[in-house]
């Protein structure tokens, strides 16, 4: 089954931005709805991005919307997390996620509806 890689993490300050990357290693990306989860020390895997497969319709968090832009390049079989405005509390591991199961599009912030997890980028915010 294909394979995420995610990648573009690091140390950025407040207020500035970051680019994450999410790279499958099957050039079938397009059949996938895709999310972006975060996991900060201390608390559960939340979902704050999500693309989906049928025509690219997008979601986001409130905690994130308006700062985070997720889009997708099938030819490249990438998917891109753009992230602006960035605070302190956006630090976590970052994690995009890939399942063909359409329930995600209903249900986008649902761990279980991935069956397909990249290993995580650090994204540390400081003040």
């Known amino acids: 089954q294909v394979q995420l890689v995610e990648s573009g993490g690091g140390l950025v300050q407040t207020g500035g931005s970051l680019g994450l990357s999410c790279v499958a290693s099957?050039?079938?990306?397009?059949?996938?709805?895709i999310a972006w989860f975060r996991q900060a020390p201390g608390k559960e895997r939340e979902g704050v991005s999500f693309i989906s497969s049928t025509d690219d319709s997008t979601k986001y968090a409130d905690s994130v919307k308006g700062r985070f832009t997720i889009s997708r390049d099938n030819a490249k079989t990438t998917v891109y997390l753009q992230m602006n405005s960035l605070k302190p509390e956006d630090t976590a591991v970052y994690y995009c996620a890939a399942t063909v199961d359409d329930l995600a599009i209903i249900a986008p912030w649902r761990r279980d509806n991935y069956h397909i997890w990249g290993q995580g980028t650090q994204v540390t915010v400081s003040t």
């Open positions: 099957e050039s079938t990306l397009h059949y996938y709805n």
